[in-house]
Structures are given as C-alpha cells and as structure tokens.
C-alpha cells in the first residue's frame, strides 16, 4: 500500500529526493542505551512512568532524568532502568490474562447489597 | 561602599558572563541529553547573576535615588574595562573538553567561596549564596562526572582533556589573588579566597587524579580579569550581548 | 521467529486495528498494526522530533544577544525546552523499531525532513516574539490536535509537550507587546516580523485540501483528526483578532471578516515559494543542516568516549565481583 500523505507541517512531509547534500554521515560505533524513567511526582506517591532517554550508565541516566524531566519541579524521586531489562507481557495473551477477571464481580464491594442501617462497611 | 559595590558586581559578572559562554551550547551540544544539561547550568548561573545585579542596583539606588540602574543597565550599558570577571569565565567555550573542565574548576572554587559567603555581613548576598550552593553543588557532580569520563574514555577524549588543562590552566590562578575590593571587604561581606586555595586544589587533584590526568605544575598565572583587565576574547562576548541593548538603550524589552 | 501470516490473516488484525482504532482505544508500541500505519508514525513522529531539534538553531540564534537578561533566561528556557520535545518524540519514534541514532543519520544526510518554516532567517530580535506568537501558535494547533492521535506513545508525548509549549507562545506575543509599546524603532521592528513570518506560518498547515487527496488514510487512522484547511482557517481567525491587540497588521489585502462564513477570507499562499522551501532551496536550509551536522560530528567522540568509560568501569565491577 502506497501511503503519500501531503501535509507539511511537523512530521508528514514526502520524502522524495530534496537538493540537500547526501553526504555519508559518521556513525557511531555504539549508540548510548535506552533507559526508562521513573518518577515519583511527590512524597507519598508511586512512581510513574513518564518517559525514556539515552544515558551510558545508571548514574548518568539519573542526572539526565533529572535534566530532562524534572525541569518544572515534576518530581522528587527519580527511578530508571535499563530498557533491555524490562520485561512486559504480550499484548497477544490480552485475552488469557485479564479477561478471566471480568466476571468474578464478587471481588468488589458494590457487589453486596446490605441494609441501609449497616454503616461504615 | 564602592568596595561593596564592585565586589557584587564582581559576583554578578563571573556568574553572567560563565551562563553566556555555556548558553552558546544550546542547541549545539554533542547529544540533547547533554544539551539540555549544559542549558540548565547556563540558567542557574543567569539567575545567580540577575539576583547579584538586582542587588547592586538596589546598592546604586539607595545611595542615589537619581541613578535609576537596574539589572539590564548594569550587564549592558558598562564596558569593558568595568566587568570585574577572573579570566578563567571568558575564555572561548572550545571543545566539550573544555567546558566541562572549565566548569568543574570554577564550580570548585565557587563551592568554596559560597560557603564563606553564608557568613556575608550583607545579608542579602548570604541568601543568594544559600541558594547558589545547591546548584553549585550540582554543577560540580555534573561536571566532575564528565572530567573523569573523558580523562579515563578513549585516548583522543584523554588527550582533547590534557589539551584543555593545558590551555585553562594558567587561568585559574587568578581565582585565589584578591582584588582590592576583596582585600578590603575580606571576612565581613566578602570571602577570602586567598585561603582558597588549598582546598581547591585537593578537589582537584582528586578528581583529575580519578581522570588519569596530572595536576599541572608550579606554571605563571594570569590574574587580572577582577581589575577590569582581560582577555581579548571579552571584548567579543560584549560586543554581542550588548549590541542590541546599546543601539536603543532606553528601550524596554 | 516471524511466522509466516496469510493474507485473510492480515485482513483480519487489520479490521480488528480499524476496529480498536474506531473505538477511540490507543494502539501501544507492542501491539499488531498495519506496516503502513507503523512506517506512517515513524515517519511523522520522527519529522516532528527532527523539526524540533532544528526548530533550536532559528532561535538560539539570538541567545546571546537577548537584550535583557529576563528575555534571555526565558529564550534559553525555551529552546531547551524544544530539546527536550524532540527528545521525547525520538523516545515515542524508538518504540517502533528505529533508533535515535538511524533517524538522525536520516536527518543529516537530508533525506528525513523537517517544517520548512525553520529554513527562514531570524534577522531580528522581534523575530523572537514573532516566531513565538505565529510559528508556535500554528504549532499549538497542530499539537493540541495531536494528543490524541492514535498511538499512544506519540499522544503522551505530544501531552507533556503541550503542558510545556503553552507558555512558548505567551512569551512571543508578550515580547511583541513589549515592541509595540516600545520606541518608533521597536515598533518598526515588530511589524517587520509580523510581516516576515505570517505567510510562512499560513504554509506551515500544508497544501490546500484538494490538492491532498490522499491525507483521508491518516484521518481514517487517526494520526490525525482536521484537515489542513479546517486548522488554517482556525489559525487565521485566531491571529487576524489578536493581532488588532498589538496595533499592528497582516500583510494581507484580502484579509478580511466574511459574516457569511462566520470566518476571515484570506488571500492566496504563494506555493512556489512553499514548494522551494521543502525542496531545500530556503534561505537557511543548508546552514540549518550545517548547523546539526556539526554538532554531530563535534560531538561524536564526546559520546564515544563516554560509551568506552562506562564499559571500562562495567567490566571493573565485574572484575571486583569475580
């Protein structure tokens, strides 16, 4: 499927040959790795996820976390990991996984009617 | 009072004049991880010195309700000859090299000097200093972390880093010779940094130790930025950050 | 690994996606997607990472000549803050399979693209606050609109960015204020600006509708959700009021209120002038990839040098451990 689509603002320009020098660009021989962070926005709360960035190790990552995604006070706690060490579950065993849950409503607590007297329960 | 005048003057144009040669990295930086880190230097430091300039404007103002100056008159409108910055701050940014290093010997010294500053006779500066130092405290992680890892990296890190001590070096000196402001005000408004010294240089030496690099030997030093002397580099730095500002000098921005 | 999937297979998962797509449920990194919906994302995800890295050089261009230390702490606050944009959207790119490192070597070898409305010169201090007003305000649009395109990496990164950018544009137009009020020169200096930047920001929405007949895919997909004219049209009506708030004007005669339409008439892009900017024949397209390539190589052996330090204090560790 041929997909041209013909907007030119932020990320849907043709990339058809421009003038533009094609000059070999250097790679790097390693590029930096992949880190998840986490952050815990204030005292008493879970961290959450809020993003990724490059960093060579844990220590860095930190300060570039912190550079990166606390500038407007967002956080006080900073977590990262190395994203080659998360481990998620397949979004092709959604079914078998979670699905079974639906109907045990007993587990909730609006599942039990009891008496209007009964207070505080 | 000229004495207090210059020696906040002085606090305010090393840190302004430090911000504009990092601020010169953004959107230049050698990964954006690292760009944004520099940025954040460069902002901590613009802020320290809006907070000093603030301060010697109120200092001008008090003693004469006519003068009218205010942070932007007094980072624009002086020449050269009147910015009271060591030289170490001016110098061209280089490489990363060198201003990482750059940074970790000023940000040694201006730890060491900020904490005296807690003590400040002048109550305001000692509040500036409070807030200065958990920055500071940053800025010397930061670029410690970076001194070492291109020290100990690959052999041209190791050599782009002997090259940048070798040239910033014989300007650190200046750091540690009062000026006569200084002298006079040393130990009430103003620290010491004659006894600076020491400490700074076992900092150093740590560090560069750690970077596999050799703390320079007994060399000259060049020490007359504070006095209004500087390099030929200065002249170029005011040239650009006060162009604007001088063509329509009583414009509001 | 990769099993080989039959055809009736595929259109399956494809009206399942259209499906989930339809429903408004956000399609997440690992999850099935057309190969033509990821390589679209890619593509505009990484553009707009691309665009803001470049987006940078226009404005960073007058950091060191702010002409007061306020306008400065806010100019450096906000191109680094454009850093960070395009470091998030490399982040949402790379969960679909391209690194940082691959898209930039696209960029720098110029066959990635960016918004062309960086191609143009900042000559002037009011293009600051001109660049904030118009460019940003165009942006804005855009990105507001873009917080719920459909994959879900890309919409939470355009939510933080969002969260950052609103006060990208309030800054421009105060700074424009400030000129408006200012000396004859400022005021001078401020219409210039406007007049210098309208057109361009106007082409920053794309073609025209009919001339993008292939823009319903990314609608039915929901990457995005208005066409170019619906946001132009938007854009202008915002812009021709505030403008009247400044005392200053569009440089355009045909400009005006049509009651019937409830919107202003505009006049006509110039789309050679559009079409050569993209092309890379803008003022500044070539310093602009100078600008980047130079960073790149200047900073090659900064990030090789860290790679080869932490692998040298890895292995130490390791060592020690041993």
């Known amino acids: 499927m041929q997909i041209q689509i013909k907007k030119f603002y932020y990320g849907d320009i043709p990339e058809e040959k421009s003038s533009a020098p094609s000059t070999p660009v250097t790679r790097d021989e390693h590029e930096w790795p992949l880190w998840e962070v986490f952050i815990r926005s204030k005292q008493g709360l879970d961290h959450k996820h809020v993003g990724s960035l490059h960093a060579t190790d844990a220590e860095m990552a930190i300060k570039n976390a912190r550079d990166v995604y606390t500038r407007r006070q967002e956080g006080i706690s900073i977590w990262v990991v190395e994203s080659k060490n998360l481990h998620a579950s397949n979004p092709d065993d959604a079914a078998m996984l979670y699905d079974p849950a639906a109907d045990k409503i007993y587990r909730h607590p609006s599942f039990y009617n009891l008496p209007e007297e009964v207070k505080h329960m | 009072m000229n004495a207090h005048l210059d020696y906040v003057l002085h606090l305010a144009d090393t840190t302004l004049v430090l911000a504009q040669r990092n601020s010169e990295w953004c959107g230049h930086g050698p990964i954006l991880e690292q760009d944004i880190a520099i940025t954040n230097i460069s902002l901590d430091l613009l802020g320290q010195a809006r907070n000093y300039y603030q301060h010697a404007a109120s200092l001008i103002n008090t003693a004469n309700p006519n003068a009218q100056a205010d942070e932007d008159s007094l980072a624009y409108l002086r020449d050269e000859r009147e910015f009271k910055n060591p030289l170490l701050v001016e110098l061209e940014k280089g490489d990363w090299a060198k201003t990482t290093l750059r940074q970790f010997l000023f940000s040694v010294f201006q730890d060491l000097q900020l904490k005296r500053l807690l003590h400040s006779t002048d109550t305001q500066i000692a509040a500036i200093a409070e807030k200065s130092l958990k920055e500071t405290a940053y800025h010397i992680a930061w670029s410690s972390e970076w001194v070492i890892r291109l020290g100990d990296g690959t052999p041209e890190s190791h050599s782009r880093m002997v090259t940048a001590l070798n040239e910033v070096w014989e300007f650190t000196g200046g750091l540690f010779v009062p000026a006569p402001y200084e002298l006079q005000l040393a130990g009430t408004i103003a620290a010491d940094v004659s006894q600076l010294e020491k400490p700074w240089t076992e900092t150093v030496s740590n560090v560069l130790e750690e970077a596999t690099l050799s703390l320079p030997g007994k060399t000259f030093m060049q020490q007359s930025g504070k006095t209004g002397i500087h390099t030929e580099a200065m002249g170029y730095i005011l040239a650009e950050m006060q162009s604007l500002k001088r063509s329509l000098p009583t414009a509001t921005w | ?322």
């Not at chain 3, 460019?135 to 994959?151: K, P």
């Not at chain 3, 009020?181 to 106007?202: F, H, V, Y």
């Not at chain 3, 073609?207 to 895919?217: A, G, Q, R, V, Y």
Request: aromatic share 10%.
């Open chain 3, 1 to 322: 690994m990769y099993k080989a999937i039959k055809m009736t297979e595929i259109t399956r998962l494809e009206s399942v996606f259209q499906d989930k797509v339809d429903k408004e449920i956000k399609v997440e990194a690992m999850d099935w997607m057309p190969e033509a919906y990821r390589k679209t994302n890619l593509r505009q995800i990484s553009q707009h990472a691309h665009s803001e890295v470049v987006g940078m050089l226009p404005e960073g261009n007058w950091i060191t000549r702010a002409p007061s230390l306020k306008r400065k702490a806010i100019l450096i606050a906000k191109v680094q803050d454009e850093a960070g944009h395009g470091l998030y959207l490399y982040s949402a790119a790379e969960t679909l399979g391209s690194s940082r490192e691959e898209m930039v070597a696209d960029l720098l070898m110029g066959k990635a693209k960016y918004s062309s409305i960086f191609n143009y010169p900042t000559l002037t201090w009011a293009d600051m606050g001109a660049i904030g007003w118009l460019v940003d305000g165009a942006a804005i649009l855009n990105q507001v609109m873009l917080c719920r395109t459909s994959y879900g990496p890309y919409a939470r990164a355009m939510v933080r960015i969002c969260k950052e950018e609103s006060f990208h544009q309030r800054q421009g137009f105060e700074a424009l204020l400030e000129l408006s009020r200012g000396t004859t020169e400022q005021k001078a200096m401020c219409q210039d600006a406007i007049n210098r930047w309208w057109w361009p920001s106007l082409m920053m929405f794309g073609p025209k509708d009919s001339d993008s007949p292939n823009s319903e895919l990314s609608m039915k997909w929901k990457i995005k959700r208005k066409t170019n004219d619906e946001l132009r049209q938007q854009f202008v009506d915002m812009i021709a009021q505030q403008v009247k708030i400044l005392g200053m004007t569009l440089p355009d005669s045909e400009l005006k209120w049509n009651d019937k339409r409830g919107h202003f008439d505009f006049g006509e892009i110039n789309w050679e002038e559009f079409w050569n900017v993209v092309k890379g024949n803008g003022p500044c397209n070539k310093q602009r990839l100078h600008a980047r390539r130079a960073a790149h190589d200047n900073g090659s052996w900064v990030r090789e040098a860290a790679v080869a330090y932490a692998e040298k204090k890895a292995a130490a560790k390791k060592q020690k451990v041993a």
